[in-house]
């Protein structure tokens, strides 16, 4: 258990270095005094910004600070337990050192996102694919599933737009996810998740093979530039509608954005007003201008790097909840029997074990 202790330790002191905690106690104060300014609340996008890092950057310092206090209270515990012989402290000690072994390994993955976007929001999209009515559903579990991961960790969420389809399930919802970090924690989720069930809408109970796509992006800042022309966009309103083409509302206040150069096409109606679901639509439109240039730039790198490492394809993980109940990533091998949990939100190992095997392709390419 010594020899574990110092592992923990030396792990602990490289987060302290990565994420130097004198620089964030620094930028701590700094925003503790913008906070506090009188005038704070007169732009609304800046005060939300300023008050979200200053609740990360808190959060970050109290989990290190936490830990390191909690890892020297385990060093204690140990030597009284090794000097009075007494087994109840050693259990003691041990329980603790297995939850301070996974609480910091759960650090150490933030300190791997540093790619360029990876400190952004995210704004994630959920379409169904292959598989008809089945395919519908399984979008809306897939959003239900991300919902529910994020109230875990009490991340604010904002819906934007839900096509839902005819008989049952969505065609496609786009929603965002405001806390620092998010773009990088998601992102190892983009690509095709496959469900293989027995059909709730097959009369004759059978199995069904259905897909949906994941997509998620960077929030766009103000130093993006992401300019758009008003000549590039053609701009239609319509009636929001819900499920079984309820209503929503009596007015066309909806919004729906097309970029004519290239075809992308996206639509609000979440929001109470027209202006507001067209300053969402353009959010959203401007973060996928932003990712189709971000790709485009890494293509250009990769042609002139000669660079031809395969990737690992559209379909990232597979949810079998017959024959058998099993959940598998397949570029990980990350697995799970408790499908159930899975579906309620508990994808964190998930997540971690795509940002490490992440990290590990980085290194070797």
């Not at 970050?60 to 109840?88: F, M, N, P, W």
Request: hydrophobic letters at 35%; proline letters at 2%; one cysteine or more.
């Amino acid at each position: 258990m010594t020899e574990e202790l110092k592992e923990l330790d030396a792990t602990l002191q490289s987060i302290e270095a990565v994420l130097d905690l004198d620089s964030m106690r620094r930028e701590l104060a700094d925003l503790n005094e913008q906070a506090a300014a009188p005038d704070l609340w007169d732009d609304q996008e800046r005060a939300q910004k300023v008050t979200s890092r200053l609740s990360h950057v808190q959060g970050q310092i109290t989990r290190v600070e936490t830990l390191r206090r909690r890892l020297d209270d385990i060093s204690i515990l140990l030597e009284l337990a090794e000097s009075e012989d007494d087994a109840e402290t050693q259990a003691e000690a041990e329980s603790e050192l297995r939850a301070m072994r996974k609480a910091i390994g759960e650090l150490e993955v933030l300190t791997l996102l540093s790619g360029e976007y990876d400190e952004r929001e995210a704004l994630v999209t959920i379409r169904s694919e292959a598989g008809g009515v089945d395919a519908a559903d399984w979008a809306e579990m897939l959003l239900r599933m991300y919902l529910r991961w994020a109230e875990r960790h009490d991340y604010p969420t904002e819906v934007y737009d839900t096509s839902y389809a005819e008989e049952a399930g969505i065609k496609s919802a786009t929603f965002a996810v405001k806390v620092p970090y998010a773009y990088g924690t998601l992102s190892v989720e983009q690509g095709t998740h496959r469900l293989v069930r027995i059909s709730p809408f097959d009369n004759q109970g059978r199995r069904q093979t259905s897909f949906a796509g994941v997509e998620v992006l960077p929030v766009t800042e103000q130093t993006d530039h992401i300019e758009i022309p008003e000549n590039d966009i053609r701009i239609d309103v319509f009636r929001s509608s819900g499920p079984g083409g309820q209503s929503v509302n009596t007015t066309d206040s909806a919004v729906r954005i097309t970029h004519l150069p290239t075809g992308i096409v996206v639509s609000c109606q979440n929001e109470k007003s027209q202006i507001q679901n067209r300053a969402a639509a353009l959010r959203v439109l401007q973060s996928r201008l932003l990712e189709r240039q971000r790709v485009e730039n890494k293509a250009e790198m990769d042609a002139l790097k000669g660079d031809s490492t395969g990737s690992w394809g559209n379909q990232m993980r597979s949810y079998v909840l017959h024959p058998y109940q099993m959940v598998k990533d397949l570029r990980t091998e990350k697995e799970t029997g408790n499908t159930g949990a899975v579906l309620d939100g508990e994808i964190d190992d998930f997540i971690e074990a795509g940002i490490r095997w992440r990290r590990q392709g980085q290194k070797t390419a």
